[in-house]
């Protein structure tokens, strides 16, 4: 194979495993979702729900905590003493699995883009299915299992 080849192979391999680096995983279905929230999965996880106070008030996932996209940033820019005192829950780290959804989708990847910048070493996933999955889902009565 020419060198020139081999040095493009190399910078392709190069940009993938730079836009690799960040531990986001698949995105999360309803029933793992489900599972994780009635303890039926024991895997130690922060829900995140990044609509607006105003969505919010509507209903919510259970054990989810709620920060405005706009506050995403911020909030994860803060020293785990103040993130727990802004908002009531301990500061996601690497030993769980960050977990952020919105009302549709959209915003909670936007979030994940965002805290993947400040925290890189999170395990960072995506409830794409989100509010609305969730209700839909959660109205059906669908098993645990």
């Known amino acids: 194979m020419p060198a020139s080849l081999l ?8 940009a993938v495993s730079a836009r690799r680096m960040y ?3 698949p995105d999360v ?7 994780l929230i ?3 999965k ?5 829900l995140i729900d990044v609509r607006e106070p105003h969505e919010v008030a509507e ?8 920060i405005p996209l706009g506050d ?5 820019s803060l020293p785990a003493d103040d993130f727990k005192a802004k908002y009531g829950i301990d500061k996601p780290t690497t ?3 960050t977990i952020f959804y919105c009302r549709s989708g959209k915003r909670s990847q936007n979030a994940i883009d965002q805290v993947e910048k400040i925290s890189p070493e999170l395990v960072i996933r995506n409830y794409r299915g989100s509010w609305l999955n969730y209700l839909e889902n959660a109205l059906d009565n669908k098993s645990l299992v």
């Open 95 to 97: 030993s769980q699995e």
């Open 38 to 40: 009635h303890g039926v």
């Open 72 to 76: 995403v940033a911020a909030a994860f």
């Open 29 to 35: 279905s309803f029933q793992e979702l489900r599972q």
């Open 7 to 14: 040095r493009t192979a190399y910078h392709r391999a190069t």
């Open 42 to 46: 024991h895997t130690p996880y922060t």
């Open 59 to 66: 209903g919510k996932v259970p054990t989810a905590t709620n």
């Open 23 to 25: 531990t986001t995983k």
